[in-house]
């Protein structure tokens, strides 16, 4: 089963390059997600139909281990060559020095054998978002990618190899989650750094290149982390587990491991190549964020986080997500692109997953396992919805957004349940932070709980003030056509309701999801939430999602006479216009408050990064000098 | 049974005890200012007045706002008033807050907008150290749940005295009080009219003042926990000091100039950090 899961995506990334046709490939993409969705719901089938128990595969596996020898030396050659192409020094050291040191364990070392490959609950719900959130994000990309080369007719057309790209993507994530061998994740985990560098740098723009290589190195050097981890195991313990590294808990390779984890994740000070990453098509932004390469960050610090409780590694670790939870929101206020919220909103996030993950007991990993379902959720749709308004737009501007209900409603509602469901009370979101607030507590972490109450707050304020800006009803100045395509829509809709049934189905959701995944990381059978508080909670969670509609029919039974708007008595009949000091017509225009001087990058990015990096730096460190904590 | 009692005393008074202490206030800031003031029923008067306007509004999107806005308080007050989870209750409050934010901000009106805006920051200086009051009650007494909180022996204050200044500087911003009442305030002589409830009137506006008669009664109850205690005198203690706080609110709307954002903003997040912070970092080094 695992080879086809792995291996249909990649076999398809291959008939991409063959198959030229732009309508052959729609249909190519469609059948081929389809296909990835049902392989992975029969896969979960045999699974639990097997009795739902951890399953190992692969303990002797000498062919596959030359190919993946041959495949990182390749991934070398590829960076080598580009990076000489492109004159660049940094990412081509990285890369030789992390493939040396790996291959060095390969032929050297003499490792106890094991499982290569291990399938858990943990490993059941990476591969639900990968298969269904990165599936349907490559349906709405064969719509996105039509519209996208209309508007940008500067940009060359290489849609085949951005599909192939996509494919592999979901491949390597597959690969990814499922390897329980140190040698083998790293080899997926090179597969996802170099597709995204290769994704970012699509549109071949100056600022793509630069931006591209940004994000290759910074995750060249995650990369690294992990190969010395690698050669740690390997001569320290005689062994390349995974569940080793846990069980052993030496300090110093899960601080590499968790370096790795804190670059995939774009945690300060290595958050710049997310930030970077936007300058490529909308679809991959969607996949970066939500179903893969982050995700992939935070899917290693939750497999390690048992190990991290209470140590210094979990300390640096929950130390760094914290502060970026914080800076990362407060970053977010200053910026009006509508990918740039995005993606701090995306860094402040996983702050919170890693700063819960750092902590490293049950009630953090279950807040951050449901924080990363919720998220992948809302921002692979936000990511969706902003793509297809910037198409029918021709702007990702939030001030161009005003009164977006009455000109595209369509889209406002779905990026409305998207950032409702990123901080709303009626929205998972909001109880796992809940729950990781008590766990910050009970950890008796002070700096973590002010994080998270200053951090909630300045979240509140930036998604407040675009949704009000969404739900602005203005007559606008120009009608504009939806160009949104139908498959398009279906991915977003797809969204919209795992969104909602989610929120409606919590309950459900953590017993037979969550519950399962806490228990076989920490082995023992205690619930973070029992079931009754759970249920209360979403009764009266759903209470309130049900209030607004409720009133609204209600509401709809009172006649109101509609008056205009107050603007001192110096309107011009409609409520777009007022006299100015000249006598003259002018148009209204109202802008939000983005603080740019209190909160803007430039004030605040490099003091977050220094002080990001100089807790790396020491706590490094303090763990190579074997401080014990 | 008891806390059914407590739910619906609250749903059916709270309107009534609002709007008295509205008046209460009314009078006593007109006393303070050499003035007579209105009668302590006038609330109520104006409250009916505003039911039997004709019905105009700028859409008809505000009204439905604002009744989620009061409905989901109700049910943010019950929850306490029923002894649930602190912190839930604060969370639900907030995004009560959001709908009065959207109510406002339903139009392109320009004052009505910069007041929703407004309020954002307004909520952005205070939620913090809503959440450390519910994590400073938690770390007192092991448990957010307010009807554990009110059983304890010895009253929360003694534990967490920062954390109730802290509370009572930002509680302004709630009540809507001088220096702090940015986005909207009781006078329509402010540079930007009335704020978030400019484009607000009759129906619409009599049940935003209902919502915020309601909150201002699940406030008084969040300071009530600070105080109250598992004897039975604690209560009328608590009743009084609240009454106390409530005046000393009233007192400083009334001898204090309106301050600019910025001076909102950093000045609550800095009493916050210093106020609740280092009371949280007590609690937790001692418990």
């Known amino acids: ?629 | 049974m008891v806390k059914v009692i407590f739910v619906l005393a609250y749903l059916i008074f709270a309107p009534f005890v609002g709007a008295l202490l509205d008046g209460v206030d009314r009078i006593i800031s007109a006393r303070m200012q050499r003035r007579k003031g209105p009668k302590l029923l006038q609330p109520f008067y104006d409250l009916g007045k505003l039911f039997s306007k004709e019905r105009i509004g700028v859409n008809n999107v505000q009204l439905f706002l604002n009744m989620s806005y009061l409905v989901i308080l109700m049910i943010a007050g019950s929850m306490l008033f029923a002894g649930a989870d602190l912190l839930m209750v604060l969370f639900i409050l907030s995004t009560a807050d959001m709908f009065l934010i959207m109510a406002a901000s339903s139009d392109s009106s320009p004052y009505s907008n910069m007041g929703s805006s407004r309020e954002m920051l307004q909520m952005m200086a205070y939620e913090p150290l809503t959440l450390l009051v519910a994590v400073g009650f938690y770390l007192t007494t092991g448990s957010f749940l307010v009807s554990d909180i009110i059983r304890e022996d010895i009253s929360a204050v003694l534990w967490m005295p920062g954390l109730l200044a802290g509370f009572m500087f930002t509680t302004a911003i709630k009540f809507r009080k001088s220096p702090f009442d940015l986005s909207t305030s009781h006078h329509a002589h402010q540079e930007m009219v009335k704020g978030l409830t400019t484009e607000m009137s009759g129906t619409t506006l009599a049940i935003m003042n209902i919502a915020e008669y309601y909150e201002m009664v699940l406030l008084l109850g969040i300071f009530f926990l600070f105080f109250v205690n598992s004897t039975w005198w604690s209560w009328i203690v608590a009743l009084l000091l609240c009454a106390v706080i409530f005046f000393l609110e009233t007192l400083w709307d009334n001898v204090s100039a309106r301050v600019k954002w910025k001076t909102l903003l950093y000045s609550c997040w800095v009493v916050t950090l210093v106020a609740g912070g280092v009371n949280i970092l007590i609690l937790m080094l001692d418990k």
Not at chain 1, 217 to 224: A, I, V, Y
Not at chain 1, 340 to 365: D, Q, R
Not at chain 1, 507 to 534: C, E, H, T, Y
Request: glycine fraction near 8%; include cysteine.
């Open chain 1, 1 to 629: 089963m695992i080879p086809f899961l792995i291996g249909i995506p990649a076999v398809l990334a291959v008939v991409f390059q063959i198959v030229r046709n732009e309508k052959i490939r729609g249909y190519i993409v469609y059948a081929g997600a389809g296909a990835i969705m049902a392989m992975t719901v029969v896969f979960i089938a045999d699974w639990i139909g097997g009795g739902a128990k951890t399953w190992m595969f692969y303990p002797r596996t000498e062919t596959i281990d030359h190919l993946m020898t041959a495949g990182d030396i390749f991934l070398m050659c590829l960076i080598v060559w580009l990076s000489v192409r492109y004159k660049r020094v940094l990412p081509m050291i990285l890369s030789i020095l992390q493939t040396v040191l790996v291959l060095y364990v390969e032929f050297t070392a003499e490792v106890t054998e094991g499982p290569h490959m291990m399938v858990d609950w943990l490993t059941i719900l990476m591969c639900i978002i990968i298969a269904f959130i990165g599936g349907f994000i490559c349906i709405y990309t064969v719509g996105y990618m039509k519209g996208y080369h209309q508007h940008h007719k500067d940009v060359k057309d290489r849609q085949p190899f951005f599909f192939s790209m996509l494919f592999l993507f979901l491949a390597a994530m597959f690969g990814l989650v499922l390897s329980q061998n140190l040698i083998w994740i790293y080899f997926f985990w090179e597969i996802t750094s170099v597709i995204s560098f290769l994704m970012i740098g699509y549109t071949r723009a100056e600022e793509a290149v630069g931006n591209s290589f940004c994000a290759l190195w910074m995750n060249l050097l995650g990369g690294l982390g992990f190969a010395i981890a690698i050669v740690l195991m390997a001569l320290g313990q005689e062994s390349l587990q995974l569940t080793e590294v846990v069980s052993t808990g030496a300090l110093l390779p899960l601080m590499c491991l968790s370096l790795a984890g804190l670059t995939k994740s774009a945690q300060l000070p290595f958050s710049t190549w997310l930030l970077g990453a936007m300058v490529a098509p909308t679809p991959s932004s969607a996949l970066l964020h939500s179903a893969t390469m982050v995700k992939a960050g935070v899917y290693l610090l939750i497999r390690i986080s048992p190990a991290l409780s209470g140590n210094l590694v979990g300390l640096i670790v929950s130390s760094i997500g914290g502060l970026t939870f914080i800076m990362a929101s407060m970053m977010a206020i200053a910026q009006n692109d509508a990918k740039k919220v995005l993606a701090f909103s995306t860094i402040s996030n996983l702050g919170l997953i890693v700063a819960c993950s750092g902590i490293g007991v049950e009630e953090t990993v279950w807040a951050a396992i449901f924080l990363m379902m919720f998220h992948a959720v809302s921002k692979s749709m936000l990511f969706q919805s902003v793509g297809a308004t910037e198409n029918t737009l021709g702007s990702r501007d939030i001030e161009d957004m005003h009164g977006l209900i009455i000109r595209v409603p369509r889209l406002a509602y779905i990026m409305g349940i998207g950032i409702a469901g990123m901080y709303l009370a009626p929205f998972g979101m909001l109880i796992s932070k809940w729950v990781a607030l008590k766990a910050f507590v009970d950890s008796g972490n002070v700096v973590l709980v002010l994080c998270i109450a200053y951090g909630s707050a300045t979240t509140m304020f930036y998604w407040t003030k675009w949704l009000s800006k969404l739900l602005c009803r203005h007559i606008p100045r120009d009608t504009v056509k939806d160009v949104t395509r139908k498959d398009e829509y279906l991915s977003m809709l797809f969204h919209a309701c795992v969104m909602l049934l989610m929120c409606l189905l919590l309950p459900l959701v953590a017993r037979w999801l969550v519950n399962p995944i806490v228990r076989q990381l920490f082995g023992n059978s205690k619930d973070v939430l029992s079931m009754s508080v759970l249920a209360t909670m979403a009764i009266m969670l759903v209470s309130i999602f049900v209030v607004p509609v409720a009133m609204f029919f209600i509401s709809r039974r009172s006649h109101t006479e509609l008056v205009p708007i107050y603007m001192n008595g110096i309107n011009e009949g409609d409520n777009r216009f007022f006299t100015n000091s000249y006598g003259e017509k002018e148009h209204l225009y109202l802008s939000n408050w983005y603080l740019r001087f209190e909160f803007g990058r430039r004030h605040l990015r490099i003091p977050s990064i220094i002080i990001a990096a100089a807790v790396l730096v020491i706590g490094i460190c303090l763990v190579i000098g074997g401080v014990s904590w």
